[in-house]
């Protein structure tokens, strides 16, 4: 497994913590545009996706052999389970735990094990490796998200100057 994906995995909980602290409950509900998630949804997602996304995708395929991993829609997830009403501490609380043990229990696994894959019913075959390091670049796009978030929040305060940017 690539050296970074594990020191990735292990320091976000800290760089979420870090984005976050200076920021009012209110700035973390605001989105940034009507279809764009906010802070407070970004991490309930987080929180959420720890067990269902990754850990359980990657306990299946250790435990059977090639099995068909199930399909996560988001969006549908995000409404369901009201990640717009979930205190975001408590969501950065809940992922914090979850990772400190997926990281442990990520660590462990053998060569033999990373190797192992599923099929995903929308990308096809992947393998235990592949998956871990596609959350370490997950992690990476929401933390890139949040500090979105926090340019949007900025920028209409930045007057004529607005002239050089174009936000995304
Ligand atoms: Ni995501």
Same mark, same amino acid.
């Given at each position: 497994?690539?050296? @970074?994906?594990?020191?990735?995995?292990?320091?976000?909980?800290?760089?979420?913590?870090? !984005?976050?602290? %200076? &920021?009012?409950?209110? !700035?973390?509900?605001?989105?940034?545009?009507?279809?764009?998630? %906010?802070?407070?949804?970004?991490?309930?997602?987080?929180?959420?996706? !720890? $067990?269902?996304? &990754?850990?359980?995708?990657?306990?299946?395929?250790?435990?059977?052999?090639?099995? +068909?991993? =199930?399909?996560? @829609?988001?969006?549908?997830?995000?409404?369901? &389970? #009201?990640?717009?009403?979930?205190? =975001?501490?408590? %969501?950065?609380?809940?992922? +914090?735990?979850?990772?400190?043990?997926?990281?442990?229990?990520? #660590?462990?696994?053998?060569?033999?094990?990373?190797?192992?894959?599923? +099929?995903?019913? $929308?990308?096809?075959?992947?393998?235990? !490796? $592949?998956?871990? +390091?596609?959350?370490?670049?997950? @992690?990476?796009?929401?933390? #890139?998200?949040?500090?979105?978030?926090?340019?949007?929040?900025?920028?209409?305060?930045?007057?004529? &100057?607005?002239?050089?940017?174009?936000?995304?």
């Amino acid at each position: 497994m690539l050296r @970074d994906v594990v020191a990735i995995l292990a320091s976000t909980p800290d760089e979420l913590k870090r !984005e976050i602290v %200076s &920021m009012s409950s209110q !700035e973390m509900k605001r989105r940034p545009a009507a279809k764009k998630w %906010s802070v407070q949804e970004v991490l309930a997602h987080l929180d959420d996706i !720890e $067990e269902i996304g &990754m850990r359980a995708r990657v306990a299946a395929m250790i435990e059977a052999d090639n099995p +068909t991993l =199930p399909l996560v @829609d988001q969006e549908r997830r995000a409404v369901e &389970m #009201k990640y717009n009403r979930i205190n =975001p501490l408590k %969501s950065l609380a809940g992922f +914090t735990r979850q990772r400190q043990a997926n990281l442990k229990w990520i #660590k462990k696994l053998r060569p033999a094990q990373l190797k192992r894959q599923g +099929t995903h019913p $929308e990308v096809g075959v992947i393998s235990v !490796e $592949e998956l871990v +390091t596609e959350w370490a670049l997950h @992690d990476l796009g929401h933390i #890139k998200q949040i500090l979105e978030i926090k340019r949007y929040a900025l920028y209409p305060h930045i007057g004529n &100057m607005r002239a050089f940017y174009r936000l995304s």
